[in-house]
């Protein structure tokens, strides 16, 4: 079975010091990796994906992820935040092979930026 | 930048109502999917279509719930007889042809269902 968890629903940071949301994923196969961005009234956007190859992952917008299989996480980083990040956060796993390609999302993470 | 597009953005219907929620995907895109998310809740997988088929779909696609692509470029989700429950955002998505194991999904802005 596939699931996500975001461990924080809410992280609030001032702007221009780190970001750090963190995601732990269950998967009984080799996972996809994604995290998505929800900008109020706005779709999902993908901000960065885990295939397999590179575990340091580099995404739009400054932010990076690196995936941990030790530790189940995939959590998604920023050095530094900018008011533009407050959003809400989605971390997803897919399994593959599998022709549905069903995303598990996690619950979200609101960020919010201070100035 | 090629984008999912839906419509209507908000749609209000009266409980045991017919309704129909379009998605235009991208258009090179061979896989199209509907989630749902109800209000505090998680997103959550619906369907995913492939082929003129459906490939997948969860315990909460049952019977009142449809999917069809009528032409080259729509993909729409019915639900034929709204319950107070189906109240949510509902996001279409689509993902490109298979590119090794690159099966990013596409999301379009949501539609937002009212059913009171």
């Known amino acids: 079975a596939q699931s996500v968890t975001q461990l924080d629903s809410h992280v609030s940071v001032s702007e221009g010091t780190p970001v750090l949301l963190r995601c732990n994923y269950s998967s009984s196969y080799s996972p996809s990796l994604f995290w998505y961005v929800q900008h109020p009234n706005k779709g999902l956007q993908l901000l960065l994906k885990?295939?397999?190859?590179?575990?340091l992952v580099k995404g739009i917008n400054g932010f990076e992820a690196e995936f941990k299989k030790s530790e189940t996480s995939f959590h998604l980083t920023k050095p530094s935040a900018h008011m533009s990040d407050a959003a809400e956060y989605f971390c997803v796993v897919s399994v593959l092979p599998n022709t549905g390609n069903q995303f598990y999302f996690g619950t979200g993470t609101s960020l919010t930026v201070i100035p | 930048e090629p984008e999912v597009t839906q419509t209507p953005s908000h749609q209000v219907t009266q409980m045991g109502q017919e309704v129909i929620l379009r998605c235009v995907p991208i258009?090179?895109?061979?896989?199209f999917y509907w989630y749902r998310q109800i209000l505090g809740q998680k997103v959550e997988f619906l369907v995913s279509f492939y082929n003129n088929e459906i490939s997948e779909k969860s315990e909460i696609f049952d019977d009142q719930f449809s999917v069809e692509r009528p032409d080259g470029s729509n993909f729409t989700l019915k639900i034929r007889s709204t319950k107070l429950e189906d109240s949510a955002m509902y996001f279409c998505?689509?993902?490109?042809?298979?590119?090794?194991?690159?099966?990013?999904?596409?999301f379009g802005p949501g539609t937002r269902l009212t059913v009171t």
């Open positions: 998505a689509s993902s490109p042809p298979a590119r090794g194991i690159s099966y990013e999904q596409y």
């Open positions: 258009s090179n895109h061979l896989y």
């Open positions: 885990y295939t397999s190859a590179a575990t």
